[in-house]
């Protein structure tokens, strides 16, 4: 049984635009939430967390939101460039659990020129 | 400050044989992971360690071994390769999983013939 699901993936979005990646979750008990950027042939790179008790968090053209009522949280890029053509992951760790991160499948941005 | 170091980045094995992938971390993190990472099934863990002396299994620990001895290396031992474990390993380290993310390698890709 997944916890951590990305639905979509692939998403295109014409560079300049808000790029808005999607992510929901199944277990109410995470405590911080995350997002991952991936090149080809490189380790995932750490963006961007949230804590459970927040619902925004914003670092430069980066922001998170959680919407716990809906188990939902997305990532929005403003204004996307061609570096940020990528693989993102959606990541959750459990509460009590500073360890066991759980990674969602992954959506593959693809920003056009 | 070489971040996290895992060799090789490459291995080609036949089915039986066993092996090492090493990582060593020079940032002092206490918590280290061990993910694999196969096309359309995201970032999976395999085993996990929140210090020198303590390990655990993650969701997909059948045919892996780890070990932690120091704080900064934390090798994983393929027993008996089968071609299932054809894969690309990541291996992370962390100060605080939830508030930094992990920290990851560049990764190992591992073909087993």
């Known amino acids: 049984d997944q916890q951590v699901k990305q639905n979509s993936p692939s998403l295109s979005v014409q560079e300049g635009r808000i790029s808005i990646l999607n992510c929901d979750y199944t277990?109410?008990?995470?405590?911080?939430f995350l997002w991952y950027k991936k090149y080809p042939a490189e380790g995932p790179t750490f963006l961007i967390s949230i804590s459970s008790i927040k619902d925004k968090n914003e670092d430069g053209r980066f922001t998170v939101f959680l919407n716990k009522s809906a188990k939902h949280l997305s990532l929005h890029i403003v204004p996307s460039q061609p570096g940020d053509s990528a693989v993102y992951f959606c990541a959750a760790l459990p509460m009590n659990r500073d360890d066991k991160i759980i990674f969602g499948k992954g959506t593959r941005l693809h920003i056009l020129p | 400050n070489a971040g996290v170091t895992q060799t090789p980045k490459f291995q080609v094995l036949k089915t039986g044989q066993s092996m090492t992938l090493q990582c060593a971390q020079d940032?002092?993190?206490?918590?280290m992971s061990w993910y694999r990472q196969d096309p359309g099934m995201g970032l999976r863990l395999i085993h996990y360690?929140?210090?020198?002396?303590?390990?655990d299994q993650g969701e997909v620990p059948n045919g892996y071994n780890v070990s932690r001895s120091t704080t900064e290396d934390f090798p994983l031992r393929l027993l008996s390769a089968a071609p299932s474990q054809t894969s690309v390993y990541f291996c992370?380290?962390?100060?605080?999983?939830?508030?930094?993310?992990?920290?990851f390698g560049s990764g190992t890709r591992l073909t087993v013939v």
């Open positions: 992370a380290s962390s100060y605080s999983p939830g508030r930094f993310g992990y920290t």
């Open positions: 360690s929140v210090g020198a002396g303590i390990t």
């Open positions: 277990n109410s008990m995470f405590d911080y």
């Open positions: 940032m002092n993190h206490e918590y």
